[in-house]
Nanobody, 121 residues
Framework: QVQLIESGGGLVQAGGSLRLSCAAS????????FGWFRQAPGKEREFVAA????????FYVDSTKGRFTVSRDSAKSTMYLQMKSLKPEDTAVYYC??????????????WGQGTQVTVSS
């Protein structure tokens, strides 16, 4: 069974930075894609970024391009989301997700429990 555990959330001032981690276990992930999603209060969950584990190819939603960077450490089976120039509208619960195959904006099979990111103005 795939297990995903996020960490690294917290409270930060606008313009600040945070790095989220997603530690994965239970499989060999070379044929998987991993994604970051977020859900703000009263809003639907939205795609943030994703990475194909084997190639390292990355994908971003327009609102985070240039500010967020997704990466992975294969030796640690861990995915990261480096967030900089944070804005109050980035406040949300951030989830990591995994799926067999290549990148998708929507369809993921495994989800973490989420980590709260709060950006104060």
């Amino acid at each position: 069974q795939v297990q995903l555990i996020e960490s690294g959330g917290g409270l930060v001032q606008a313009g600040g930075s945070l790095r989220l981690s997603c530690a994965a276990s239970g499989r060999t992930f070379s044929n998987y894609a991993f994604g970051w999603f977020r859900q703000a209060p009263g809003k639907e969950r939205e795609f943030v970024a994703a990475i194909n584990w084997s190639t390292g190819s990355t994908f971003y939603v327009d609102s985070t391009k240039g500010r967020f960077t997704v990466s992975r450490d294969s030796a640690k089976s861990t995915m990261y989301l480096q967030m900089k120039s944070l804005k109050p509208e980035d406040t949300a619960v951030y989830y990591c997700a995994a799926r067999w195959g290549t990148f998708s904006y929507y369809e993921y099979d495994y989800w973490g429990q989420g980590t709260q990111v709060t950006v104060s103005s």
